[in-house]
């Protein structure tokens, strides 16, 4: 919709900077200015409008968590609006203006189109960031379907309290659960090694700070299954089919797989006992309990 209307706009905008026989350089008088003005004020709240569509429909869509749906506004309707406003031309008629001697009229047309195209300008801008703008919505909504979908599946807090002689060796059912219903959805409609990596991310910050702000306590043997929980995470990375090798690559080196890690070795740690990782583990913002 907005795609073919900024196509008719940018064309009815373009004829209006030829006038006559000129093909470029006309006198500003045998330009059809007053037009143009009108043009460009229909423009200027058309840009204003498809932005705010985008960041409204973006918080609408992202809360269904249809995925497929967002990315073809954000990586499609947005950027299709941005090719067509790309083709706009709009000569700058400062040095006409104070040159040449016109009429009142032709005088305040100038001025207003010159505040007009400024107006458009600074919205086409607007528009140009407003993807980055509804990436950042996704990523706060993503923080809330975390959530939502942990407290759907996370074992009761009786489940890691268990004690058992032998250590787990499979990762808890919840895990695959989780991954599929929060990150799955987005590899499955974009091939983007920055926007998977930043869902990853936040679904573990969520997975910390939901046992945190629930303040679980683990045995031993508890947190122990945590810690092989978290080593599922690159287990089902490195096996969902769909991944391409590259955005695969990425997500591995996701440095939030290290922190899940570390928080799962501090839990089984002993007084006086160092804590082996391959990487030295940065400031912590979680605290949790673990019980002999």
């Not at 900024?6 to 000129?22: D, I, R, Y």
């Not at 009108?38 to 409204?56: K, N, P």
């Not at 400031?283 to 949790?288: A, D, G, M, R, Y």
Request: proline letters at 2%.
């Amino acid at each position: 919709m907005f795609v073919e209307l900024f196509q008719l706009l940018v064309t009815l905008s373009n004829e209006c900077e030829v006038g006559g026989e000129w093909v470029i350089g006309a006198p500003l008088v045998e330009l059809p200015l007053s037009e143009q003005i009108v043009v460009l004020h229909r423009m200027d709240h058309s840009v204003h409008t498809a932005r705010l569509w985008a960041i409204q429909e973006t918080k609408i869509i992202a809360h269904t968590w249809d995925l497929d749906v967002l990315f073809l506004l954000v990586k499609g309707d947005v950027v299709n609006c941005l090719e067509e406003l790309s083709y706009l031309e709009l000569a700058d008629h400062t040095t006409a203006l104070s040159m040449n001697i016109i009429s009142v009229q032709v005088y305040m047309c100038t001025k207003m189109r010159a505040k007009i195209v400024s107006e458009v300008k600074a919205n086409i801008e607007l528009l140009q960031i407003c993807p980055a703008k509804c990436i950042d919505t996704l990523a706060k909504i993503c923080r809330v379907i975390s959530l939502a979908n942990l407290h759907m599946c996370f074992p009761q807090s009786n489940y890691w309290r268990k004690n058992n002689s032998t250590s787990p060796v499979a990762a808890s059912l919840y895990v695959e659960t989780y991954f599929e219903k929060v990150l799955l959805p987005v590899l499955e409609v974009i091939e983007d090694h920055e926007t998977s990596n930043m869902i990853l991310r936040i679904m573990c910050e969520a997975w910390l700070d939901y046992i945190y702000l629930h303040r679980i306590k683990f045995s031993e043997y508890g947190a122990q299954q945590l810690l092989t929980d978290f080593a599922y995470v690159s287990t089902w990375v490195t096996e969902c089919s769909i991944i391409s090798q590259n955005v695969r690559n990425h997500l591995l080196k996701n440095e939030v797989l290290r922190r899940c890690e570390g928080v799962g070795r501090l839990l089984l740690r002993h007084p006086g006992e160092a804590i082996a990782m391959r990487k030295r583990l940065g400031k912590l913002n979680v605290e949790f309990t673990c019980t002999s």
